[in-house]
């Protein structure tokens, strides 16, 4: 199993209408990136969201990236999510920006697709209806990988049209292309995902073993995909919670069950209208539930039902175990939640230092070795006649070109 941070830009109360405090997050968040890389995490996921006020006011995570990958090494930098819709922007940008990010990671970025989180956000586009969005995203995934591979692109879509030939750049770095993902909520996206040999991006808001049908659909559809979206398969299950691991025991429950840890269930629950609600279905501006009610025995409850990690490193270890039953590839935790700023630090370190290498073993990252591994391209590098000497001029997709310019063997 391997593990990672979830970065969203959540910013509750009224310091999400105050710039300093905005800023002042955004700068912590990218720290605890940064520290991750240090400490044997391997991925930091940054969401995109549009006009989710409190909730996530990260709507550029490409900038995000750029902004971490100058000062990290190892770690991968993910989009969570980049919503397809040509209606948002033109598909072209999407491959453009991706391939972008690939080069200035080298390899280390991973792309994460969906549809948009909920009507509220993409109405900022002027889409009214949230189902359309599903149409667009079947014909605009495919059309990215053809844009990466191809250097005389066109395409006459429903959707989005480039009607005459042209060379999208830049091409990705290195070999292939960069690892795609998909988000995912119901059953029939997750065997969705697994069809296309794409990754899945889940989010768990309810006991964790209620979501094992969900990943079985995903692995039985992985056995024998329909079509591989792009040149590889990526077999992974990200499913994302929440910890809290301290070397405090105490000081952990307390914070699991602090007041307010529930806000924000209710504001996923309100802007996230195209998944499941939470099993308490309890919506902003409704208060949230008070988890310091419950004391002890709720906290227990949770921690049993897989909905939360909490405690010491040896504790967390254990309770980890639930996420490996079901299934999970990759467990990644938003932690900007009741923490205080050094406290997540703390979890950070802890966390990476204790209880990661417990549970991952192989130093490389496994969207790495599905990347290496990968085939021959999955479209030829020319559509039709083109000038000879542009194709003469044209290196192998898989080509990867050394300091003095040669190809490498």
């Known amino acids: 199993m391997e593990f990672g941070i979830f970065l969203n830009g959540y910013i509750p109360g009224p310091a999400a209408h105050d710039r300093a405090s905005e800023h002042l997050m955004f700068m912590r968040e990218f720290e605890l990136a940064i520290k991750a890389d240090k400490h044997n995490w391997k991925y930091a996921w940054f969401g995109e969201h549009h006009g989710l006020t409190e909730y996530s006011h990260l709507s550029a995570p490409e900038v995000a990236i750029g902004y971490v990958a100058a000062q990290t090494e190892r ?3 993910g989009t ?6 040509p209606r948002k922007e033109h598909p072209v940008r999407f491959a453009e920006r991706a391939a972008m990010m690939d080069h200035i990671t080298e390899g280390r970025f991973e792309w994460g697709t969906g549809r948009g989180a909920g009507s509220h956000e993409v109405a900022s586009f002027n889409i009214a209806d949230t189902n359309s969005t599903k149409a667009e995203w079947d014909e605009v995934a495919p059309q990215i990988v053809r844009m990466w591979e191809q250097y005389d692109y066109s395409f006459q879509g429903e959707h989005f049209t480039v009607p005459t030939p042209h060379n999208i750049l830049p091409k990705p770095y290195g070999h292939s292309h960069p ?16 069809s296309l040999g794409v990754g899945a991006i889940a989010f768990n808001f309810e006991p964790i073993y209620n979501l094992k049908g969900r990943i079985e659909a995903y692995k039985e ?5 329909v079509e591989i979206l792009g040149d590889f398969q990526n077999n992974n299950v990200m499913m994302t919670n929440a910890v809290i691991c301290l070397n405090d025991r105490k000081r952990a429950r307390e914070i699991a069950i602090s007041k307010g840890r529930g806000y924000l269930v209710t504001m996923v629950n309100m802007y ?9 279905a309890i919506t902003w501006p409704e208060p949230p539930f008070d988890l310091s009610q419950g004391g002890d025995e ?3 409850f949770a921690i049993d039902a897989g909905l939360m990690l909490v405690g010491t490193p040896e504790e967390v270890c254990e309770q980890i175990a639930a996420y490996q039953t079901v299934g999970c590839d990759q467990l990644v935790f938003g932690i900007n939640d009741g923490m205080s700023h050094e406290e997540n630090l703390e979890m950070i370190e802890l966390f990476g230092d204790k209880v990661i290498p417990e ?3 192989n130093p490389e990252h496994s969207t790495t070795a599905y990347r290496r591994n990968a085939g021959a391209p999955k479209y030829a590098p020319f559509n039709g006649p083109v000038d000879e000497n542009l194709k003469h001029s044209v290196l192998p997709a898989n080509a990867i070109l050394g300091l003095d310019g040669k190809p490498q063997a």
């Open 75 to 77: 770690i991968h930098l």
């Open 80 to 85: 969570a999510i980049n919503s397809l819709s």
């Open 179 to 194: 690892p795609i993902w998909m988000a995912c909520g119901n059953p029939g996206s997750f065997a969705k995902a697994g």
């Open 221 to 225: 559809a992985a056995e024998n995909p």
């Open 272 to 280: 996230h209208d195209t998944m499941p609600k939470s099993a308490d």
């Open 298 to 300: 709720f906290l227990d």
């Open 359 to 361: 549970f991952d073993k």
